[in-house]
């Protein structure tokens, strides 16, 4: 399931451009409050399967029209809104992950974000559109895929453009594992990028994110021909395709709706 949050008050606020950990933070916020044990769960260890870490949820950034929000800072690394609006979603397939936010969204009206106070309009909750066995997922942020690579210190982010056929098995073996981790059953699926649309934007697709300080990622906008299970397609609606979906990478929509 997927929480539109809908947030008012934000004309003339500047926050980070890549405010994907900032929004992270505020959702472990919600959950600290609603529920501390469960939060402190989730955030020191979540679902294991050996030395990695789950946490299946999944965030987008703040949706702002274009002209509604300008570039500022010393290398246009703020955001400056025009408008007084914007709106944010999350998403998850746990129960129990859900019932905690929603029960913050019910006592708060506000929360901070990065060094402002911030005010919920209001929260939604929106139910899976119909989702069959062939469909294609469009980006909403960046989708992030790393492998381990001799050459490098740190993992090698895998971009969608420049070796497509490894994006999609490192995406698609990315979704098997989380599928199985939660439910303990294997699925039938086939991720694939779709080819025209790197044709025609090339490396216009990467993303550079400054998710902290010192951490940088590199992500692919790009959409995803999905065929496999509806089980498993609806859970990548709700978790995000590829790595680090709790800190805002990954999040989709299905191809002919808005987000």
Known sequence: MRIKISLKGLRNKAFKRDHYYQLSSVVYNMLREANPEYSKWLHQKGYEDGYKHFKFFNISKLIIRKENYQLTGTNNELILLKEDTAYFYVSSPIEEFLTN????????????????????????????????????????????????????????????????????????????????????????????????YLKKKANRTVVKIQLKENQTLFGSLVPVKAKGDPAILNFLYDVGLGEKNSQGMGMVEIAGYRF
Not at 158 to 168: G, S, T, V, W
Not at 186 to 193: E, F, G, M, R
């Open 101 to 196: 936010l929603v029960s913050y969204l019910l006592a708060k009206d506000t929360f901070k974000l990065g060094d402002h106070i911030v005010y919920i309009d209001r929260a939604v909750a929106l139910p899976n559109p119909p989702i069959s066995e062939n469909i294609t997922f469009k980006s909403i942020t960046p989708i992030v895929i790393t492998k381990k690579h001799s050459d490098y210190r740190t993992p090698f982010f895998i971009r969608a453009y420049q070796d497509p056929e490894e994006f999609d098995e490192y995406i698609t073996k990315n979704a098997l594992e989380k599928y199985k981790i939660l439910t303990g059953k294997n699925a039938n699926l086939s991720l694939n990028v779709d080819r025209e």
